[in-house]
């Protein structure tokens, strides 16, 4: 499974001084994509809380999407959505593309 392009450790530097609080592909300040994080499930919001980066929950919720369609289910479930966090936090991380590298040692 991937993700869209645009993961990176400095992605939070194209955008304003108040939009760089949160790795956001579209680099938006908060209030533009807090309503997102609310229609999360529990799980995906405390993984989201709990995470070493404050990933842009509208970006998540597309990514997740995307990946939920390439599985053909109509909607991402609590493993979808955790297994995006995963694959978007290798990136902030600087790992690159984990799918063509495969699982770190």
Known sequence: MKVRGGWTPTMELRSSHEGRQVKCLTADEGH???HCYDSLPAPVR???ANGRFN?????LQ?????MARK???KRPT??????????IERKL?????????GPLP
């Not at 990933?55 to 970006?59: G, K, S, Y």
């Not at 597309?62 to 995307?66: K, L």
């Not at 609590?78 to 694959?87: C, G, R």
Request: with cysteine; glycine share 6%.
């Open 71 to 73: 599985q053909r289910l």
């Open 55 to 59: 990933i842009c929950p509208a970006c």
């Open 32 to 34: 533009v994509w807090i």
């Open 78 to 87: 609590v493993a979808v959505y955790l297994a995006a966090i995963k694959i």
């Open 46 to 48: 405390q993984r989201l």
């Open 62 to 66: 597309i990514d997740a999407q995307c």
């Open 93 to 101: 991380d600087g790992l690159g593309n984990e799918q063509a590298r």
